[in-house]
């Protein structure tokens, strides 16, 4: 089983700030996802890497495969990116493991 | 439109009541999945399938049974619902477990009184 952290559990920003969201994982991994839940509920995949840095917009993710850990970073936040952050890992078992998520909320 | 549909959105059903949530999916995917999300615990595997008739167990899988008899159905079922069972449920697809995007259905809020 592969035991997913991530932190900070909860996060306020001012509007504009810079946001870094972690998450490491045990054992080795097929590739980490980075999800976004607003509320209402609705889960949308943002991410999906195995290697390197990947960037859409303001929202870059990155990995560091040997310190098993990966980073989640929002530049120029806005209200709107309030959201609960997920970060999961899939392996060769087929299964996803998940972190318990950051609730981030940012203010105007 | 690209899509994964759960029906019912929300149901309260009591102790024992057989009950059934749907799962489809309209993208061709091999891979499907339940998860259930819980305050405190996050999202976690329930079931999954990687194509027909392969179904295998997650990390919670007690208390309930999936089929995969078409490619793209992927039924969850409780056959003996119990209250620790009320969560919120989401099933997901994708084209490969491993290295794919995953997409989601809106999700399932699951009362058993």
């Known amino acids: 089983k592969n035991e997913v952290e991530q932190s900070p559990q909860n996060l306020t920003a001012q509007e504009g700030e810079f946001i870094t969201i972690n998450c490491s994982y045990s054992v080795g991994i097929s590739a980490l996802h980075w999800l976004q839940q607003h509320p209402g509920g609705g889960i949308v995949s943002l991410f999906m890497?195995?290697?390197g840095k990947k960037k859409h917009g303001r929202l870059i993710a990155t990995i560091n495969i040997q310190e098993k850990h990966s980073s989640l970073h929002i530049t120029a936040s806005h209200p709107r990116d309030s959201a609960v952050y997920i970060c999961?890992?899939?392996?060769?078992?087929?299964?996803?493991?998940f972190g318990t998520g950051t609730s981030l909320t940012v203010i105007p | 439109e690209a899509q994964v549909t759960q029906n019912p959105r929300y149901l309260i059903t009591v102790t024992g009541k057989k009950l059934t949530v749907t799962c489809s999916q309209n993208?061709?995917?091999?891979?499907m999945s339940w998860y259930r999300q819980d305050p405190g615990l996050g999202l976690r595997q329930i079931y999954y399938?990687?194509?027909?008739?392969?179904?295998d167990k997650g990390d919670v899988p007690e208390g309930y049974k999936v089929s995969r008899k078409e490619k793209r159905n992927f039924p969850l079922i409780l056959e003996s619902p119990s209250p620790n069972q009320t969560s919120l449920y989401f099933c997901?697809?994708?084209?490969?477990?491993?290295?794919?995007?995953?997409?989601f259905g809106p999700g399932t809020r699951l009362t058993v009184l």
């Open positions: 997901a697809s994708s084209r490969l477990a491993l290295a794919n995007t995953q997409y």
């Open positions: 993208m061709n995917h091999e891979y």
């Open positions: 999961a890992s899939s392996g060769t078992g087929n299964q996803f493991y």
């Open positions: 399938s990687m194509n027909v008739e392969v179904t």
């Open positions: 890497l195995s290697s």
